[in-house]
């Protein structure tokens, strides 16, 4: 999303934006065809969108210190070298549990810091919540879904339930919601392939 909205807002500014993307659509979060809409609207806009494409080397551009080089590999395994003045790396989230696990606090899914309902971890008087912490999500179970209004909410739970509180954290749906120039994309619930692997 960052990179989205960072694309819109330099464009805004005037300046000419490439957007790379390892994945498959520049919005890998929704199902393809809304990912494909999304594309869409960069490219009507002026981004033009690599998907499929994997960066290996950000450099200066030799023999000017003030330029950079951009090298990936695109989808058909061409080599491309995109010059460019400036880069934004968006390469999303992943949690940092090493000193929770050191004091001997449980894991989850992807490493995440395994919570119950209340955002307590298995070590006495201990609450996490945030991009480092499991989700709870309504239809999924435990899963890792690194997103600041879900953080924000689990925040709130651990801290009255660390003041002596009962709370619990509802939890998510997945739902995310950008604005792209001039459309909105939004997804809750699960995709396609989240409800067929969870047998939907």
Do not use: W
């Amino acid at each position: 999303y960052i990179g989205l909205e960072m694309a819109e807002a330099l464009m805004a500014r005037g300046l000419s934006v490439p957007q790379v993307e390892q994945l498959g659509e520049a919005l890998p979060t929704v199902d393809p065809d809304l990912g494909a809409l999304v594309r869409t609207e960069l490219e009507d806009h002026g981004v033009t969108v690599r998907t499929g494409t994997t960066v290996r080397e950000i450099s200066r551009t030799e023999g000017n210190s003030a330029h950079l080089e951009v090298k990936a590999t695109g989808p058909d395994g061409a080599e491309l070298v995109l010059p460019t003045d400036m880069v934004l790396v968006v390469v999303g989230v992943r949690p940092d549990t090493e000193l929770a696990a050191a004091a001997g606090a449980a894991l989850g899914v992807r490493s995440a810091i395994a919570v119950d309902t209340q955002m307590r971890t298995d070590l006495p008087d201990v609450f996490a919540a945030g991009d480092c912490v499991v989700t709870h999500h309504r239809l999924l179970g435990e899963v890792y879904v690194p997103l600041g209004t879900t953080a924000h909410k689990q925040g709130r739970v651990a801290g009255e339930n660390a003041l002596g509180g009962t709370r619990e954290f509802a939890g998510s749906l997945g739902t995310q919601v950008v604005k792209v120039f001039d459309m909105v994309a939004a997804r809750t619930g699960v995709r396609d392939h989240e409800a067929e692997s969870a047998g939907y």
